[in-house]
């Protein structure tokens, strides 16, 4: 859990430190978050849906890639937006 706030699971509302203030680790720990509960997602139906040799039916496999590209558009969000900071931060810095 991050230091001042909380970790929510993925559609939960975000909260802050006390202070109101949203700080770099509060974000990455919630998509981190995020991202390990697209994880466990996947390898959870992976384990209910795969038969003893790890083969699948093509809808399985349709699913699977849904539950990926989802997994991906995680990732990609939590990235541009932890460097969309980055870059502000810098610009403000800049800037001083």
């Not at 974000?27 to 849906?49: H, M, R, T």
């Not at 699913?63 to 990926?68: A, D, E, I, N």
């Not at 991906?72 to 980055?86: A, F, P």
Request: proline fraction near 3%; avoid cysteine.
């Amino acid at each position: 859990m991050p230091a001042g706030g909380s970790t929510k699971p993925a559609g939960q509302p975000v909260t802050v430190n006390d202070d109101g203030e949203v700080t770099t680790n509060e974000v990455s720990d919630i998509f981190e978050a995020q991202i390990s509960a697209a994880d466990a997602d996947i390898e959870k139906w992976l384990k209910d849906n795969s038969d003893a040799n790890g083969g699948m039916s093509t809808t399985d496999a349709v699913t699977l890639q849904q539950k990926m590209a989802n997994q991906s558009i995680i990732v990609q969000t939590g990235t541009s937006t932890l460097k969309g900071i980055k870059d502000s931060i810098l610009a403000a810095v800049r800037n001083i």
